[in-house]
């Protein structure tokens, strides 16, 4: 049976009417349509509709000529992790905008982070973002990095999973932000790690320095793919 409906408004459907119809939009025989218009998509939330989060994740790489590079150290053996010092080392990464994103809508780039020390009492890690990005498909050229810091408290217990994040991207752009509105399907974006402030504090010995595991940016997702694979993606 195809979807049931009535001609009247405000007319009642019987039981078995509303049965075939929730059978007909479960099932979905013939797939589901969507306008291939920019901006929609798939919302979460019917009190408050909005776009879903997704991830790109980037792996930390390094540079194994830079004298500054961040470097790898048993995290908890045979595991081995990049760590940084201080205002001396790095890491980098890359990431693409996927296809699904939500035209308009901020990113958020966040680290995940640890230490390895049982005598933290407080304080605090500053993360440094180095940020630059451009659009694809020869629409423009990649602009000067922006920095783009955080911090967040660390935490007194060992190995503790901590996610440091921050706005990466607004409309108009600025001084610590990309513009939201270059950001579009199949950019990319390029970003430097780096600790510019170490603030721990200790009950002994050596403030230790913090662990790096991954850098990610949150990005609101329509849940669609656009319909062309270069611009104009929705035409």
Not at 15 to 23: A, L, P, Q, V
Not at 100 to 122: E, K, M, N, Q, R
């Amino acid at each position: 049976m195809a979807i049931v409906t009535r001609a009247g408004k405000g007319a009642e459907l019987t039981h078995t009417e509303m049965d075939n119809n929730f059978d007909e939009l479960e099932k979905r025989p013939t797939g589901q349509i969507y306008p291939k218009n920019k901006g929609v998509g798939i919302k979460i939330d019917t009190n408050s509709p909005a776009f879903g989060w997704h991830d790109i994740t980037g792996q930390l790489v390094i540079d194994p000529d830079d004298v500054n590079k961040a470097n790898f150290a048993v995290y908890r053996a045979p595991i081995k992790q990049l760590q940084f010092a201080e205002g001396t080392s790095t890491a980098h990464t890359e990431f693409h905008i996927p296809h699904d994103y939500a035209p308009g809508t901020d990113l958020f780039i966040h680290v995940h982070w640890s230490t390895d020390s049982t005598l933290i009492t407080g304080g605090s890690v500053t993360w440094r973002f180095d940020v630059c990005y451009s659009k694809g498909h020869d629409q423009a050229a990649f602009g000067l990095p922006v920095i783009i810091p955080v911090t967040q408290n660390a935490s007194p217990t060992q190995y503790q999973h901590m996610i440091a994040e921050t706005a990466a991207s607004v409309s108009g752009g600025s001084g610590n932000q990309l513009d939201t509105d270059q950001i579009e399907t199949d950019g990319i974006i390029m970003v430097n790690l780096a600790v510019d402030s170490n603030d721990i504090t200790v009950s002994g010995g050596a403030k230790p320095n913090p662990f790096a595991h991954f850098v990610d940016i949150h990005y609101q997702s329509t849940g669609l793919p656009t319909k062309q694979k270069a611009p104009n993606f929705w035409t």
